[in-house]
């Protein structure tokens, strides 16, 4: 049984439709992550569940009660917000302490619990610092700590790394991730960041236009988006539009122009079905110019041209020629033009192919994920 449900919920701001019929489950001890561009309602999903939003229809069920009409202060969630909303004028130890003074505790059970939390995230000693002589950091992790030390039923975060540098939200994401497992505890956490969510999630919802375009654990819906929306937005910026279906040499293959692609399909897609072809740059290979040469992209000559690009040379193939080389640190990424249209490429080698090279563009089967259109 889930723990926190939305069901067929809708909110508008100004009568414009955020969400609308909107559905979502969470399990206890998980961490949900919703995932999309700005717009798409990530937020507003996340605010009508903290209370700061009321819904115009649908209910909103956690633990078995109705806490569609529930009033914020008898939430008993922790929030986690963008900009931190420490108060300036309070210790880290003050900030910490603050919602358990609200609920009346007593002073020695107070510094109990914060010493406690202050621990876990890795901030003892820093208790009589005020939140200017802080890193971004650590100010997110004072936020944290508030947040946990009130024991709530739910914690949400609001983009709590997007202040922060690359090299510390790395480190930051880790440290959620451990608190949440070494905790426990049950979570929403709302970004834009792709790496970001499916580094620290349990599940992922894409979400588009008030809608979960996917939900799904973090490895499936990056390996298979279900639709083109999806994939795009998770890094597959290389498309083919197929326009039939033949029999190839060894089984069906998509036709797209004159050429024939060979495609694994996943368990409940059909060849009775409409769809594109999405493949990651990093999933494509160059070879050179003559499949018969036997060369592979670096020039050197191969003893089986077949085993060196690892595909079957009677399919999957299309011409190109480079256009631009770009150099990446680990490899080189390619635009290639085709008569398919452009092409992304990313390949490791020692020379880059200049610009004006003619390559054969491959296409394995089993990185070809079929998309709905």
């Known amino acids: 049984m889930a723990l926190l449900s939305l069901e067929k919920v809708s909110v508008a701001y100004d009568n414009h439709l955020i969400l609308e019929n909107f559905d979502l489950e969470l399990a206890q001890g998980q961490l ?3 995932l999309g561009p ?33 009033p914020v202060s008898k939430r008993n969630f922790g929030f986690v917000f963008q900009n931190y ?16 003074r609200l609920r009346k505790l007593k002073e020695a059970e107070v510094k109990q619990k914060v010493m406690r939390m202050l621990e876990i995230v890795n901030l003892n000693g820093f208790e009589k610092r005020f939140p200017q002589e802080l890193s971004g950091g650590q100010r997110q992790r004072v936020a944290i700590a508030r ?12 983009e709590p790394l997007s202040n922060l540098d690359a090299n510390l939200r790395v480190t930051m994401r880790v440290e959620i991730r451990r608190l949440q497992q070494e905790l426990g505890m049950t979570a929403v956490y709302v970004s834009h960041d792709q790496e970001e969510c499916f580094s620290i999630s349990d599940t992922v919802a894409i979400m588009n236009a008030g809608r979960i375009e996917q939900l799904g654990a973090p490895s499936d819906i990056y390996q298979y988006p279900k639709s083109e929306y999806v994939a795009r937005f998770i890094g597959f ?23 024939g692609f060979a495609v694994h399909l996943q368990p409940g ?24 040469t036997g060369m592979n992209a670096e020039g050197t ?8 690009i690892h595909v079957d040379l009677t399919s999957n193939h299309v011409p190109g020629t480079v256009r631009v080389s770009t ?22 080698m020692d020379r880059p192919l200049a610009p004006g090279k003619q390559v054969q563009v491959h296409f394995p089967a089993d990185k070809i994920v079929m998309v709905s259109q």
């Open 32 to 34: 949900l992550s919703l």
């Open 38 to 70: 700005s717009g798409c309602g990530k937020t507003t999903t996340l605010r009508l569940i903290a209370g700061f939003l009321d819904a115009q229809g649908g209910k909103f069920m956690f633990d078995g009660r109705d806490y569609t009409r529930l």
């Open 85 to 100: 909303a420490l108060f300036p004028h309070l210790s880290v130890y003050d900030n910490v302490a603050f919602g358990l």
């Open 147 to 158: 947040a946990l030390v009130i024991e709530p039923d739910l914690l949400l975060f609001d």
């Open 237 to 259: 910026n290389n498309f083919l539009e197929f326009s039939g279906v033949r029999q190839g040499t060894h089984g069906p293959e998509w036709t797209s122009g004159d050429y």
């Open 269 to 292: 897609q059909s060849t009775s079905e409409s769809y594109k072809g999405a493949i990651r740059p990093d999933d494509l290979y160059l070879s050179s110019e003559s499949l018969g």
């Open 301 to 308: 000559q191969v003893p089986d041209a077949s085993a060196a």
């Open 327 to 348: 150099y990446l640190g680990r490899s080189y990424q390619y635009e290639v033009e085709t008569p398919l249209g452009p092409f992304t490429v990313n390949q490791e």
